[in-house]
């Protein structure tokens, strides 16, 4: 499983309007719905990642958060990535505030899928080059471009 191809282009914000962590939620869920990455109700998403949030915080530290929920709206794993300079308060494990926001969905029925797509996720956020690099990222490109590089190695 590649990043690049959980990545949905049309859903990486990288100036995130929102300033705290269900409205970040919201905005990622949002752009997410705009590019038709999921079938259903976006409400109901946006619920069941704040509710996963409130039992425990997916704030993972070094300024970064992977709220990720399972949901039968997906027939594959879609991520969202929102980028903030202000950074938000999602109740970290380091107490500090996070600036790159990685939102997973995986499908409900597939477990392993969602495991897999974690991995993923969690072993190129765990790299300080690639943390570094998407913090800074300006544009959709940029990021995108991050996310190919991350899966050849290069960052």
Do not use: W
Not at 4 to 19: D, F, G, H, Y
Not at 21 to 30: F, K, N, P, Y
Not at 56 to 65: D, E, P
Request: proline share 3%.
């Amino acid at each position: 499983m590649k990043l690049i191809n959980l990545v949905c282009e049309k859903a990486v914000i990288t100036k995130l309007s929102a300033n705290d962590r269900d409205g970040v939620i919201l905005e990622l869920v949002d752009a997410l719905d705009k590019a038709k990455a999921f079938s259903g109700s976006a409400k109901d998403i946006v619920t069941a990642v704040i509710n996963r949030e409130n039992e425990a915080s997916t704030g993972i530290g070094k300024g970064v958060a992977i709220p990720h929920v399972k949901s039968d709206q997906v027939k594959a794993p879609i991520v969202a990535i929102g980028l903030s300079e202000e950074g938000i308060d999602f109740s970290s494990l380091d107490n500090q505030l996070v600036y790159s926001t990685v939102l997973l969905i995986s499908p409900n029925d597939n477990p392993d899928t969602h495991l897999l797509a974690m991995e993923v996720i969690f072993k190129n956020l765990q790299k300080e080059d690639f943390r570094s690099f998407l913090r800074q990222a300006k544009t959709v490109d940029a990021v995108m471009e991050l996310a190919k590089e991350a899966d050849e190695d290069i960052v």
